[in-house]
């Protein structure tokens, strides 16, 4: 027996879960106004006759199966991890060449993801200390049945290794490929917490804007959260 088909596969139920993004593509007005989606193909390709530019805004719809987009509002926050892909943005769960959406189970945790994954951009670029840009918090519910790591030691799993990808993102291949519809795995950067990777948007629903988030990097670290509605800026502390 391998080592995926040991991994357990758990119904993850969970309301109120966050998914914090930058602020890249604006909201796709297509997969909100248009209920069906198997219309879209069709409706893409007569906007393409005046607006040449359509595609860099949806992205590739081909990357999902006919049968897993969604539709209605705030779609485009579950649809763009899934059509806007490139090899250059690979992740835990993915080399780059498909869509997975990541989602913490509470604020707490995708906040200490994102920061983290921001933190090495910054670094990797040599970035000047400041505020830099906004990122915004999603909050959805996730009702998946997805492969679980959550009672695997991150010590002893090669996927939960905090440093490299290789093994993770293996797994994920394997797992995609026979069917899989995700994972879900403790928070690598926020103890306690759990993540969802998700292969397709349709185990995703609800999706709510909520804070525009700022984050501080200080040369070294993010160090401050503010939220620009309010103002309130939020000290970051190292966790153990």
């Excluded at 893409?44 to 607006?51: D, L, P, V, Y």
């Excluded at 949806?58 to 649809?79: F, H, K, Q, T």
């Excluded at 990797?124 to 505020?131: C, D, F, K, L, V």
Aim: hydrophobic share 40%; proline share 8%.
């Amino acid at each position: 027996m391998t080592e995926n088909e040991q991994l357990p596969v758990s119904h993850v139920e969970w309301r109120g879960a966050v998914r914090i993004i930058r602020s890249a593509f604006p909201p796709i007005d297509l997969f909100e106004d248009i209920a069906d989606p198997a219309d879209w193909p069709l409706l893409i390709s007569a906007e393409q006759k005046t607006n040449p530019r359509i595609m860099a805004t949806i992205g590739n719809l081909d990357l999902v199966p006919a049968e897993r987009p969604v539709g209605g509002s705030g779609a485009p926050y579950l649809m763009a991890p899934f059509t806007h892909v490139s090899m250059d943005r690979p992740s835990r769960f993915t080399d780059g060449s498909y869509g997975v959406l990541y989602a913490g189970n509470a604020f707490e945790t995708a906040l200490f993801e994102t920061i983290h994954h921001h933190a090495q951009f910054m670094t990797r670029t040599a970035e000047a200390p400041g505020w830099t840009s906004q990122f915004r918090e999603i909050v959805l519910s996730v009702s998946a049945d997805l492969h679980d790591l959550r009672g695997v030691p991150a010590a002893r799993h090669l996927a939960l290794d905090p440093g490299t990808y290789g093994a993770s993102q293996g797994l994920a291949a394997a797992l995609k490929a026979g069917g899989s519809d995700g994972v879900v795995y403790p928070s690598i950067r926020y103890p306690g917490g759990e993540c969802a990777g998700l292969f397709y948007p349709d185990g995703v629903f609800d999706p709510v804007q909520g804070r525009h988030l700022d984050y501080h990097w200080n040369g070294d670290a993010v160090d401050l959260v503010r939220d620009a509605r309010t103002g309130a800026v939020f000290r970051v502390v190292d966790l153990p």
